[in-house]
């Protein structure tokens, strides 16, 4: 505190006031940092190197997580005692705002059962709309996760949220391959996924099996949900999309390199999507 106060306020009387002797003041600013403090010192600049590369989004553990995979070993509370000290601190979501109306047709079964998980690609998967406020309106997004890495594998977004939607979402997942024969898509009851149109588009894709859950209950689709909260928390409420395009784009590369690319997942252990399917590929191919 001396030290930074050096040009306000003169040395003798800061050490006066604090109880200590001006000799031993500067005898402690040429001593050689001690080996705990420069390790200390170390850690702070990959810390902040790994919060700054996640955009501000990681927490301690994933920032713990990162830094183990960069073979940097250090324990999770000192990372966490680190952040704390240098005011490092993750985003927080707003308030969810859901979209569902059903249009009263008879929905599908619930094949999921909040059982969300699956021991290969393309065989489980969940989706759902958002909306993305622009300066132009809003914007909607309609997602195609992978259960089995949690990985985007389809998406669209459009000024409307109609069966097209939904729809173009789907056959981007089957047209990047990662869809298979009747494979499970599970999502809300909304209009756009009890419609005619998007029943044509799931038998088109492969005959895949429609499943449903309860209106207005998002622990029945609990992985769509998160993907919505994290993308909100980490981009959406800390940007302004001053037109659609804007929004198009800036969401395209959280998706197709932060998220399904660098982003570590708790619940894969800590890995990114990408790795996780990577990992399976080859112990297959083995």
Same mark, same amino acid.
């Given at each position: ?37 420069? $390790? /200390? ?11 700054? +590369? ?5 927490? *301690? !553990? @994933? ?113 990047? $391959? /990662? ?11 909304? +209009? ?5 149109? *998007? !029943? @044509? ?86």
């Amino acid at each position: 505190m001396i030290a930074a106060e050096k040009p306000n306020f003169p040395v003798v009387r800061m050490c006066s006031w604090a109880g200590v002797s001006d000799s031993g003041f500067y005898a402690w600013q040429k001593r050689e940092p001690s080996h705990t403090e420069r $390790r /200390r010192q170390e850690l702070t600049v990959e810390i902040r190197r790994v919060f700054d +590369a996640s955009n501000g989004t990681a927490g *301690y !553990r @994933k920032v713990h997580a990162q830094l183990a995979i960069d073979g940097i070993t250090v324990c999770d509370r000192l990372v966490r005692e680190i952040m704390a000290e240098q005011g490092l601190k993750s985003c927080h979501p707003a308030p969810w705002r859901h979209l569902t109306q059903s249009d009263g047709t008879p929905p599908a079964p619930d094949l999921i059962e909040r059982d969300f998980a699956a021991k290969k690609p393309g065989v489980r998967l969940v989706g759902d709309i958002t909306q993305i406020d622009t300066w132009e309106g809003p914007l909607f997004l309609a997602t195609v996760i992978d259960l089995f890495n949690r990985e985007v594998v389809g998406y669209k977004m459009d000024d409307n949220h109609r069966a097209g939607l939904v729809c173009a979402a789907m056959f981007m997942a089957r047209q990047n $391959r /990662r869809v298979r024969r009747r494979a499970i898509f599970h999502s809300d009851r909304g +209009a756009e996924y009890t419609s005619g149109d *998007y !029943r @044509k588009c799931l038998k088109a894709c492969g005959r895949i099996r429609a499943s449903m859950g309860n209106v207005g209950c998002a622990y029945d689709n609990a992985v769509a949900e998160s993907f919505f909260a994290s993308l909100k928390k980490e981009l959406v409420h800390r940007t302004v999309f001053p037109t659609h395009a804007a929004a198009i784009e800036a969401i395209t590369n959280y998706i197709e390199v932060f998220y399904n690319h660098q982003r570590l997942h708790e619940s894969l252990d800590y890995q990114t999507p990408a790795a996780v399917r990577a990992n399976y590929t080859t112990k297959t191919a083995a």
